[in-house]
């Protein structure tokens, strides 16, 4: 029963002589949630932007469900149901919020330039059934009442909300999260879990995170898979990582030891 | 988006109507502006006419409106910084330009105007515009396929440079054809190898006046065509920056690299932006080569042409299509304004002559605005959109609901 919904075969780049990330494998099972730590400069966001087309990797290949996206440009992939977040967020500040979201849900619009010009009846139902979407989008993540407002106007935490709404927008089947809880208190974080997983269950995705709070990611991850130095040193349900030597080594050092 | 929602704002007739409604008030109200504009020549004695002087700038403003809204979709709506506007406008000023004049010396033998508005000469003006609009929206994809590799400065230095040789190509054109015997002898374009084994080149279609400017083109813009495509300009930008389309423009301005990451196909649509803006900047440059006393000549088409028409846009406010309009108003006006300060009350005498100096107030006025309002007067938002209209506009809700 098990379908691949994303998978990473050999990926490597390097940058200059620095191999960022070398031989990595990964495998995203439709609808689970997977978790992606590692300590800072571990390549953990070189991944990411791997995966959704930023860089392109000299090595190794990326399939998304059936399809290899490798070599793709980022918004063919986008195109294809792949959507992200990003670690220092990254909306369109001076567009409203809900014009955030209505332009990743652009995304799948036929309407071209010609009928937006003679606003045919077409593009209208178009434009409305677009802008529904969108506010729906944003009732989930509360922001309904902020629809008006520029998206540089909101503070942090909804600002984050606003990224994930508007991913979701782009209609994903696969949702890479950046750190989604960078900055949030014990309280808020709390929220985000019960709405992460809200949302898998609701828009039947696939979830890929990035998270330091390592609380979080045990708690919700059912796997993890750990990089250090562009390199996965172990991978596997949250208990197995929690006691692994070398993962505990990566982040805490070798204990010194006094052989006298 | 199974679902449709159908009311009385969606059904088929108003659809038709509130898409063309807005072109034909425009329609309306530039044949209005012309007919003023004929009543008041043949009254200038009358109270209610306005000095011949004044129809001429607001010509001027009408086609400058052009060049600043257009230019807005490339350096306003997806902000990439072209400084090369004035390159379409002498692309499409030139090929129109010669459509029209040798067209006009082929059908009819002369260049004389050819019969009144609607008579057949503005029929083959129309048509020159438009073709003089797509050579120009050619050269626009041209010119936007370096911008998807290059950004910020890069790009202003390859649009300048785009500028700069179109003028200087313009500048090696052959002089005019003056007479009809002439044209027919010429042909289109001939290539001849001479005898000490150079090549020449002639034919009307390189015969445009060169260093001297292109004189003698017949002179058929009129309020009527300057605004009516004034109008036209507005409602497309508008409508663009309405749709989500529009939105997408600008949301590559905003963030390219979250732009790409939300789908949006950031080259396609910057190239896009681009051959909309020369499109248009064509068919203001086509505008201005038949304007009534100006003669469309290389050595004016320089690239500080191009810089007033992004200080209009820069000071209209990035992406607002009302501030780029009130901002060409008002550039236009100023210098004029500047030449005499008489019309300042209480003003001392000895300070109305500034002529002189007006170049440098001009600039002074500008840096206060920028200083002011680093944003532009409007930033992205349009006229009605700001808080003295939005509070105005709930004013009157408020009566309309209270009878």
């Known amino acids: ?260 | 988006m199974s679902e449709q929602p159908r009311d009385a704002w969606t059904s088929t007739p108003v659809i038709w109507l509130r898409s063309i409604l807005p072109w034909l008030v425009g329609g309306v109200l530039a044949f209005a502006l012309y007919r003023y504009g004929m009543w008041s020549e043949s009254n200038q004695g009358s109270r209610l006419a306005m000095p011949i002087f004044h129809f001429k700038i607001l010509s001027l403003i009408g086609i400058n409106a052009i060049m600043a809204v257009s230019l807005n979709v490339v350096n306003g709506y997806t902000g990439q910084f072209s400084l090369g506007h004035v390159g379409f406008m002498a692309i499409g000023g030139y090929v129109s330009g010669a459509l029209t004049y040798y067209g006009s010396m082929i059908l009819w033998q002369s260049t004389a105007i050819h019969g009144e508005l609607f008579g057949g000469g503005d029929f083959l003006f129309l048509g020159a515009l438009l073709c003089g609009g797509l050579v120009a929206a050619l050269a626009g994809y041209v010119v936007g396929l370096p911008s998807l590799r290059l950004r910020g400065d890069y790009l202003a230095i390859v649009t300048l440079g785009f500028g700069e040789i179109v003028r200087l190509i313009l500048t090696l054109t052959r002089p005019i054809k003056k007479t009809a015997e002439e044209v027919s002898q010429a042909g289109l374009l001939s290539i001849t190898h001479n005898a000490n084994g150079s090549w020449a080149l002639d034919g009307w279609m390189i015969s445009v006046g060169g260093a001297l400017g292109f004189d003698g083109i017949p002179k058929y813009t009129n309020l009527f065509w300057i605004y009516l495509l004034c109008f036209a300009t507005i409602i497309f930008c508008y409508r663009l920056k309405q749709s989500v389309l529009g939105k997408a423009f600008v949301s590559i301005r905003e963030d390219e690299v979250a732009a790409e990451a939300m789908g949006v196909p950031t080259t396609r649509y910057k190239v896009l932006a681009f051959v909309i803006a020369a499109f248009f900047g064509g068919v203001g440059g086509g505008l201005f080569a038949h304007e009534v006393g100006i003669l469309i000549s290389p050595p004016e088409m320089n690239f500080l042409k191009s810089v007033d028409y992004v200080i209009m846009v820069v000071l209209g406010g990035m992406g607002s299509i009302s501030g780029a309009v009130l901002a060409a108003i008002a550039l236009t006006i100023l210098p004029e304004l500047l030449r005499d300060l008489s019309w300042i009350p209480f003003l001392p005498k000895a300070l109305h002559d500034v002529s002189d100096y007006r170049l440098i107030i001009y600039a002074l006025i500008l840096i206060c605005v920028m200083i002011m309002r680093p944003q532009g007067l409007m930033g992205i938002k349009e006229i009605w959109e700001v808080r003295p209209a939005l509070w105005l506009r709930a004013k009157l809700a408020r009566k309309e609901k209270s009878p």
């Open chain 1, 1 to 260: 029963m098990s379908e691949v919904a994303l998978q990473a075969r050999g990926v490597s780049i390097s940058f200059g002589g620095l191999k960022a990330v070398s031989g990595f494998d990964l495998t995203l099972e439709k609808g689970s949630l997977q978790g992606l730590i590692g300590p800072n400069g571990a390549g953990k966001t070189t991944l990411f932007n791997l995966v959704t087309g930023v860089y392109t990797p000299s090595e190794g290949t990326i399939h998304l469900g059936s399809q290899r996206i490798d070599g793709m440009r980022p918004h063919q992939i986008t195109r294809r149901g792949l959507a992200r977040t990003f670690q220092n967020i990254r909306l369109f500040p001076d567009l409203r919020v809900i014009d955030n979201v209505m332009v990743a849900a652009q995304t799948h619009m036929k309407h071209g330039l010609v009928p937006t010009i003679l606003r045919t009846g077409g593009y209208r139902r178009e434009q409305l059934a677009i802008e529904r979407r969108a506010r729906e989008l944003l009732s989930i993540f509360n922001l309904q009442g902020l629809a008006g407002e520029q998206a540089k106007n909101l503070p942090y935490g909804h600002q984050r909300r606003l990224e994930m709404a508007r991913a979701l927008a782009t209609d994903p089947k696969v949702l890479l999260l950046d750190e989604p809880a960078a900055g949030m208190n014990p309280q808020e974080k709390l929220g985000l879990a019960s709405l992460i997983a809200k949302l898998r269950k609701e828009f039947d995705l696939t979830i890929l995170l990035i998270e330091h709070d390592m609380g979080l990611v045990m708690d919700i991850c059912e796997q993890i898979t750990v990089l250090d130095y562009g390199v996965v040193i172990a991978s596997g349900p949250p208990k197995k990582i929690q006691n692994d030597p070398r993962v505990i080594e990566a982040y805490l050092g070798t204990p010194m030891t006094n052989e006298e």
